[in-house]
Structure formats: structure tokens, C-alpha cells
């Protein structure tokens, strides 16, 4: 049984052998790269599997019987076992002082400022060694695999949580403040350069005196949350002054549109006109007037806040000259928005009365609104009211609409007398591109002078209605010895004259003007009548001419005829009486037909 016993344990031990050799190859071989458990750090990595290479081969030493380890068998493995264990052992130890110096350079990095400016773009970043948790997993490693660590390395493990602590939150301090940062409105930036001054004198510890290992972290955390939230509440304040006070009121007073103009149907006296306008300009006046007194109290509001806010003494206070600049900055675009406004209302103007929309409307013609009358005065074809009247009151609304910026006064003005205060009205007419609108609507009715002068020709072809003189042509007439058919050729002319006339638009549209002819119809219906009339009564009074020649002529005959017969010359004085009758009984007919 002994004898089986030692063959076993000659076996096993052989087999041992094999296993020194196969640790000694593995470890030759994977000693600069050895295989890592996953997730396990490099240093760490590498002390363990040196660790557990050499329980490997001292794990088997342990379980043989005194007998068996004194014997001659084991003898020729205790060189290889000593050579790889001492290979093992140097390699660990090497990496264990290496890991020991790593450890000292690493509480170097704790003595470092939290925070540091970035040298390429300016920025704050958290200045924490990245190699400290590098340290700390690999402690936090060996320690958990039975390998002593290190005092030093044992305090950092435990204060893991407070270090990762530290970070998050000054990770989250500096984001905050870009965040907060870059809320801020480039116009009010050099304004609110103080403010963010006295928020990196807050920051500023944690840039210079204070390192990870310092006891007070904690209060200059909440020193620097206390700072942010008070600045990003400023700058909430700030930002909603400026978006719904100051530039929500900016949009309304550049949309305002200063005229009322009717767009599709509806047409206007001139002096309906001008009253709409003037009533309409004044109502518009009234709401610019308390827009602007609202954005000069925003603004005033927008510069008390800001320089209300607490700053550190050793902060330089807000600049009065910034202060200054801002106002400004706000009163020009109030007048930009005035001068838009303006702009736009007598662009529309100027389109609505050319008749046509503006740029990006539809192309479509608009209906006319100036009711004007088309009559005939004189020997003339006139306009009631005339093409000088309507740009009048044209000019005179267009007057109205730069008249309104004259109560519109200029800030930091009202403790001076209305008279010595200064309005926008002087910025607003001086301006190049509303002198340019004023020139071409003040000129928009003389452009249609050309259309009126072709549609008052037109009626030239009735001319002759008004300008010839009907005694006179009737005398011309006369002497032709017209017969009583070119009287009525003459009479169903002026009848065919009356039935053009009637098919003349009643409504004749140019630009805004509605032309309206009803009057000058009726004018020219009553001259052609004139005509008519005039020429019927001298056919008449022809007529009855002839007639009366006709019937004198035959009572003559009939007298001739009544004649009593005494004798044969009187007999022969009937009978030549009715051969002449029987003669111009058809000339007679001819002549009584007509008549």
C-alpha cells in the first residue's frame, strides 16, 4: 500500500513538474502583456497575475507529506520551483514599488487648485489628476485580491466618494456657469461685465488657495451656488425686461400702420378721405405715444435692476457711460422701428393710390376709392374734383402721417417745457429714404395725367357736339337745298350719337380714382338733343313750306277747275287745266309723300 502510495505521489509530483514548466513559459512569454480581468486597471492587473502565478505553483508544495517533500524526487524540482518563484516574486515587488511611487506622485496632484483656466480657450475646467482614480481603482483591486496597500494609498481609497463628490459638483458649478453665461444678451455683456466679475471673485478660491485636501470645500461650493443662482436670476430679470418690454414693444411700433386705407370695395369723398385719415393717425398717435413712454420705462427699469444688484467692494461699480450706451442703443431702435413704421405706411399709401398691392401681395389691381365726377363744363371735358385737388388731399394725409411724430418727444426730456422738447419728427422728415417716398406719393396723381389725358380723348369724337354752333352748320346746311331725306339721314345721326353715348361705361378705373361719367353723359345726351331738336324744327318749318306751296298750288288748280263753262274757250281753259293736273300729278305725289 505504501509502495502504491509513493507511486502516486511520484505521479503527482511529476505532473507539478509540468505544471512549473508550463507557469514558467506562460510567464516568460505574457510578462510586458499579461491577460487582464476585464475592467481591471494596468498596474494592478499585473501584480495580481504575478500573485496568482506563484500561489499556482505554491499551492502544490503545501499539500505533499514530509516524507515526499525530503525525498529524492522532489529535490530536482526545487530549482525550478525556487528560479520561478523568485521570478515571480521580483516581478511583483517591481511593480509594487513602481505602484508605491505612483502613489506619491499621485497625493502630489491633491495639493493642485480645483479649478484651472483652460490656456487655449479661456474656459474653467475642474483640475483633477485623473491618475488619482486611476490610484484608487487600483487599490481598491489589490486590496479586494489580499494584497496590502499602503497608508497613504488606504486614506485616498477612503476618501473615494468624497473626491468623486467634489468633482460632479464643480463639474456641475462650471457648466452652470457657461450656462448662465451664455444667457446673456450681447448688448447687455459689457454692462453686466461687473456682475460677472463679482462671480469669478467667488470662483476665484477655488482657483488659487484652495486644493482637494482642503477642509472648507464644502462652504465655498455654496458660496459659488449662492452666486450663480443670484446672477442667472439678474439675467432671467434682465433678458425678460428686454424680450417682452423693450423689443416686443420695438416690433408692435414697427408693424404700426399709420393710414387707413379701404382695400377692396368702397369709395371716398376727398374730404371723407383726409378726415379718415386724420382720425385714424390720431387714434395710431395715442398708442405710439404710450408705446414709447413704456420702452423708456423698461429701459430705465432694465438699468435699475442691473445696478441695484449687490456687487463685492473690490468690484468696480457699473459704468455710467454703458449705462448710457444701452439707453441709446434702445432710443435709435425705437426710431428705426418709428421710421419703418412711417415708411411702410406711405409706401402703402403710395401703392393704394397707383392702385396696385405691395411688394410680396398679390399683383392684383385694387378697387378704386376717389369718387370722381367726369363732366362737361364749357367747351371742355373736366375732373370734379380735379387731378390738383385729389393730390392735395393726398399730401394733406400724407402730411398727417409725419405730423404724428411731432408728439412723439425723445427721452430724458420730460422735466424741460414742451416747447424746448425735442421729438422724433426732425430725425423722421430729415431721413433720406421717407423724403424719397414723400417726393414719388406726392407725385403718384401727376403719373396718371397721361391716362386721364387718354380717356378724356375719348370724347373728342363727340367734340363737335359742344364746340360747332348750330345756327351756323343749319344755315351751311340750308344752302345745299337739302331735300327732306337729308334731313333724315341727318336726324338718325344724332340719334345713333345718343345710342353711343349711352354705351359709355358708367365707371371708368384709373389708379385709385373711380371715374364717373353719368354727368358728362347726361351733357352730351343734352347737346346731341339740341342737335336734333334743332335740325327737326328746320325740317319742320320746310315741311310746312312745301306744304303750304302744295295747297296753295292746289287750290289754284281747283279754282281753275270750278270754273264755270260758258263757252268754248272757257271749256278750253278746263281742259288745259287738267291736262297740266294730269302733268305733275306725279310730281305732286312725290312731293306730298315726304311732307
Known amino acids: 500500500l505504501r509502495h502504491n502510495l509513493i507511486q502516486k505521489y511520484n505521479a503527482i509530483l511529476h505532473n507539478y513538474g509540468g505544471e512549473l514548466e508550463t507557469i514558467l513559459k506562460i510567464f516568460s512569454e505574457m510578462r510586458n502583456q499579461p491577460p487582464l480581468v476585464r475592467n481591471m486597471p494596468p498596474e494592478a492587473g499585473k501584480i495580481i497575475w504575478a500573485e496568482h502565478l506563484f500561489q499556482r505553483i505554491r499551492g502544490p508544495i503545501g499539500s505533499?507529506?514530509?516524507?515526499?517533500?525530503?525525498?529524492?524526487?522532489?529535490?530536482?524540482?526545487?530549482?525550478?520551483?525556487?528560479?520561478?518563484?523568485?521570478?515571480?516574486?521580483?516581478?511583483?515587488?517591481?511593480?509594487?514599488?513602481?505602484?508605491?511611487?505612483?502613489?506619491?506622485?499621485?497625493?502630489?496632484?491633491?495639493?493642485?487648485?480645483?479649478?484651472?483656466?483652460?490656456?487655449?480657450?479661456?474656459?474653467?475646467?475642474?483640475?483633477?489628476?485623473?491618475?488619482?482614480?486611476?490610484?484608487?481603482?487600483?487599490?481598491?483591486?489589490?486590496?479586494?485580491?489580499?494584497?496590502?496597500?499602503?497608508?497613504?494609498?488606504?486614506?485616498?481609497?477612503?476618501?473615494?466618494?468624497?473626491?468623486?463628490?467634489?468633482?460632479?459638483?464643480?463639474?456641475?458649478?462650471?457648466?452652470?456657469?457657461?450656462?448662465?453665461?451664455?444667457?446673456?444678451?450681447?448688448?447687455?455683456?459689457?454692462?453686466l461685465g461687473p456682475h460677472i466679475e463679482d462671480l469669478?471673485?467667488?470662483?476665484?478660491?477655488?482657483?488659487?488657495?484652495?486644493?482637494?485636501?482642503?477642509?472648507?470645500?464644502?462652504?465655498?461650493?455654496?458660496?459659488?451656488?449662492?452666486?450663480?443662482?443670484?446672477?442667472?436670476?439678474?439675467?432671467?430679470?434682465?433678458?425678460?425686461?428686454?424680450?417682452?418690454?423693450?423689443?416686443?414693444?420695438?416690433?408692435?411700433?414697427?408693424?404700426?400702420m399709420l393710414v387707413n386705407l379701404p382695400q377692396e370695395k368702397g369709395s371716398l369723398t376727398l374730404e371723407q378721405f383726409v378726415q379718415r385719415q386724420e382720425e385714424y393717425i390720431k387714434l395710431q398717435t395715442e398708442f405710439l405715444i404710450s408705446k414709447n413712454v413704456e420702452i423708456e420705462r423698461a429701459v430705465d427699469d432694465l438699468l435699475q435692476t442691473i445696478m441695484l444688484y449687490p456687487l463685492d467692494p473690490n468690484i468696480d461699480p457699473v459704468s455710467m457711460e454703458e449705462a448710457a450706451k444701452i439707453k441709446k442703443y434702445y432710443f435709435w431702435y425705437l426710431y428705426q422701428a418709428l421710421l419703418n413704421a412711417t415708411q411702410n405706411s406711405l409706401n402703402a399709401m403710395k401703392y393704394r393710390v397707383c392702385g396696385k398691392r405691395?411688394?410680396?401681395?398679390?399683383?392684383?389691381?385694387?378697387?378704386?376709392?376717389?369718387?370722381?365726377?367726369?363732366?362737361?363744363?364749357?367747351?371742355?371735358?373736366?375732373?370734379?374734383?380735379?387731378?390738383?385737388?385729389?393730390?392735395?388731399?393726398?399730401?394733406?394725409?400724407?402730411?398727417?402721417?409725419?405730423?404724428?411724430?411731432?408728439?412723439?418727444?425723445?427721452?430724458?426730456?420730460?422735466?424741460?417745457?414742451?416747447?424746448?422738447?425735442?421729438?422724433?419728427?426732425?430725425?423722421?422728415?430729415?431721413?433720406?429714404?421717407?423724403?424719397?417716398?414723400?417726393?414719388?406719393?406726392?407725385g403718384s396723381i401727376q403719373g396718371t395725367r397721361n391716362k386721364i389725358a387718354e380717356f378724356k380723348q375719348t370724347f373728342a369724337r363727340f367734340q363737335h357736339l359742344w364746340m360747332e354752333s348750330i345756327s351756323e352748320i343749319i344755315k351751311k346746311f340750308e344752302k345745299?337745298?337739302?331735300?327732306?331725306?337729308?334731313?333724315?339721314?341727318?336726324?338718325?345721326?344724332?340719334?345713333?350719337?345718343?345710342?353711343?353715348?349711352?354705351?359709355?361705361?358708367?365707371?371708368?378705373?384709373?389708379?385709385?380714382?373711380?371715374?364717373?361719367?353719368?354727368n358728362l353723359k347726361d351733357g352730351l345726351k343734352a347737346c346731341a338733343k339740341d342737335w336734333k331738336n334743332s335740325f327737326a324744327k328746320d325740317l319742320h318749318k320746310r315741311a310746312r313750306a312745301q306744304l303750304e306751296q302744295l295747297t296753295e298750288q292746289t287750290k289754284i288748280l281747283t279754282q281753275k277747275i270750278k270754273k264755270p263753262v260758258k263757252d268754248i274757250d272757257s271749256l278750253g281753259f278746263v281742259m288745259k287745266t287738267l291736262e297740266e293736273i294730269r302733268k305733275d300729278q306725279a310730281e305732286i305725289n312725290m312731293k306730298f309723300g315726304p311732307v
Open 358 to 442: 405691395g411688394t410680396g401681395q398679390s399683383s392684383m389691381e385694387l378697387k378704386p376709392f376717389f369718387e370722381v365726377d367726369v363732366q362737361l363744363e364749357g367747351q371742355t371735358v373736366e375732373l370734379k374734383p380735379s387731378l390738383d385737388e385729389i393730390q392735395k388731399a393726398i399730401n394733406r394725409a400724407a402730411t398727417a402721417v409725419l405730423r404724428c411724430s411731432k408728439t412723439l418727444y425723445n427721452w430724458d426730456s420730460h422735466d424741460k417745457d414742451q416747447e424746448k422738447r425735442a421729438s422724433f419728427y426732425e430725425m423722421i422728415a430729415n431721413d433720406k429714404e421717407i423724403v424719397k417716398v414723400i417726393l414719388l406719393l406726392t
Open 480 to 518: 345745299k337745298h337739302p331735300s327732306l331725306q337729308d334731313y333724315e339721314e341727318r336726324l338718325k345721326q344724332y340719334t345713333g350719337i345718343e345710342e353711343e353715348i349711352d354705351s359709355i361705361e358708367a365707371v371708368h378705373k384709373i389708379g385709385a380714382m373711380a371715374l364717373k361719367t353719368a
Open 64 to 191: 505533499f507529506p514530509t516524507n515526499v517533500i525530503n525525498g529524492q524526487e522532489m529535490r530536482q524540482y526545487f530549482g525550478s520551483y525556487n528560479k520561478l518563484g523568485g521570478q515571480l516574486y521580483l516581478y511583483k515587488m517591481w511593480y509594487q514599488m513602481s505602484w508605491f511611487e505612483d502613489i506619491e506622485r499621485a497625493k502630489a496632484g491633491l495639493q493642485a487648485t480645483l479649478i484651472i483656466r483652460n490656456d487655449q480657450d479661456k474656459s474653467l475646467v475642474v483640475n483633477f489628476d485623473k491618475d488619482i482614480m486611476q490610484l484608487i481603482r487600483e487599490a481598491k483591486c489589490m486590496n479586494r485580491a489580499g494584497i496590502d496597500i499602503p497608508e497613504s494609498a488606504r486614506i485616498i481609497l477612503l476618501q473615494e466618494e468624497k473626491f468623486k463628490m467634489y468633482y460632479n459638483e464643480l463639474h456641475y458649478v462650471l457648466k452652470e456657469y457657461e450656462r448662465i453665461i451664455g444667457k446673456i444678451k450681447p448688448i447687455t455683456k459689457t454692462l
Open 200 to 256: 469669478e471673485l467667488k470662483l476665484r478660491p477655488g482657483m488659487i488657495t484652495l486644493t482637494w485636501t482642503s477642509m472648507n470645500i464644502d462652504s465655498y461650493l455654496h458660496t459659488v451656488h449662492k452666486g450663480l443662482a443670484k446672477l442667472e436670476q439678474l439675467i432671467i430679470s434682465v433678458n425678460d425686461i428686454i424680450e417682452n418690454r423693450v423689443e416686443n414693444n420695438l416690433k408692435k411700433v414697427s408693424k404700426v
